[in-house]
């Protein structure tokens, strides 16, 4: 009985194994990426229904701009990994909204939030493009790495686990159930959910700082926009209890990546900067023109 049920949810996993390019690590997607986007897009559009777009001009301008070339970034990453077929499901949008929360977001396909707390935090000094860079770059690092799928397959290996064991233990006590179902919870909880999302948002720094790197902004910039991050936290919920990795952990690995992903995206990122600094000398219509045919990246 047992076997019998374990065998095709273990068949089923496994060939529902993927990777994800840059790291190499495997993810699991029981998910179709088609309903993820679809129901993404949905949620992207109800959320912009009610959102608070900023009317700052100056702002918003500086935003998307580093949006643009972190999505120009993700497409030249997606083309050289092997992922040609994944830049369909695209369409670049930014939008920056009145918020004071320290937050960002974008959405499987391209859906880029960024608040005005986050453009505050990073300030107008000469590195806050940088920073702004590294957090559009790792929002989109989870879009890219299909972090939205994965979570959401998550979910479902999780409710066919609990399937599962309702069945190894029918015919057991009420108690035994109730204790197994909780064990199972609390297991999955704090042994599966919570660990594996940090490893979801370790994962989008290293693919963040890449994406920046690629895009001609200093990567040196995740570091200090978390050592800002870590400042302003009025949080203290410890770290096997989070979704997120504490702000130490992140800036250590962040000091360790930085060097290697210099040292491999630097000249790639060197065009970038060059080519961008020569478009800003254009006028605002050529460079218009330019982003939309270049990156599909919606502007207007």
């Known amino acids: 009985m047992k076997k019998s049920i374990l065998l095709p949810l273990c068949g089923v996993v496994l060939a529902s194994c993927s990777t994800v390019a840059l790291t190499g690590r495997k993810q699991l997607n029981l998910v179709s990426e088609s309903e993820v986007l679809s129901a993404s897009l949905?949620?992207?559009?109800?959320?912009?229904?009610?959102?608070?777009?900023?009317?700052?001009?100056?702002?918003?301008?500086?935003?998307?701009?580093?949006?643009?070339?972190?999505?120009?970034?993700?497409?030249?990453?997606?083309?050289?990994?092997?992922?040609?077929?994944?830049?369909?499901n695209y369409a670049w949008e930014c939008n920056l909204v009145q918020d004071n929360q320290l937050n960002a977001f974008c959405m499987p396909g391209g859906k880029i939030v960024?608040?005005?707390?986050?453009?505050?935090?990073?300030?107008?000094?000469?590195d806050a493009d940088d920073e702004l860079a590294a957090v559009i770059g790792h929002e989109v690092g989870h879009a890219i790495a299909k972090h939205g799928q994965e979570r959401a397959s998550q979910q479902v290996l999780t409710s066919l686990g609990s399937q599962v064991l309702g069945g190894l233990?029918?015919?057991?006590?009420?108690?035994v159930q109730q204790a197994v179902g909780l064990a199972y919870g609390m297991g999955t909880q704090y042994g599966a959910l919570l660990?594996?999302?940090?490893?979801?948002?370790?994962?989008?720094?290293?693919?963040?700082?890449?994406?920046?790197?690629?895009?001609?902004?200093?990567?040196?910039?995740a570091v200090t926009l978390w050592q800002k991050m870590q400042a302003a936290s009025t949080t203290s919920t410890p770290e096997f209890a989070s979704t997120h990795p504490s702000s130490d952990t992140r800036i250590s690995e962040l000091q360790k990546?930085?060097?290697?992903?210099?040292?491999?995206?630097?000249?790639?990122?060197?065009?970038?900067?060059?080519?961008?600094?020569?478009?800003?000398?254009?006028?605002?219509?050529?460079?218009?023109?330019?982003?939309?045919?270049g990156t599909g990246f919606k502007i207007g």
């Not at 995206?265 to 330019?290: E, V």
């Open 42 to 88: 949905s949620e992207y559009q109800s959320y912009m229904k009610t959102a608070k777009v900023s009317t700052d001009a100056a702002a918003t301008t500086r935003v998307k701009g580093i949006a643009q070339r972190i999505a120009a970034a993700a497409e030249a990453y997606l083309q050289a990994t092997g992922q040609e077929a994944d830049l369909q």
């Open 114 to 126: 960024v608040y005005t707390g986050m453009v505050a935090l990073a300030g107008s000094g000469a």
């Open 169 to 175: 233990t029918a015919g057991k006590s009420e108690a």
């Open 195 to 221: 660990p594996f999302s940090r490893k979801h948002e370790l994962e989008a720094d290293y693919i963040g700082i890449v994406l920046a790197t690629i895009a001609g902004y200093d990567a040196n910039a």
């Open 257 to 293: 990546k930085i060097p290697e992903v210099q040292k491999a995206f630097g000249a790639a990122g060197q065009a970038s900067k060059a080519a961008a600094t020569k478009s800003s000398s254009s006028s605002s219509t050529k460079k218009s023109s330019s982003s939309k045919s």
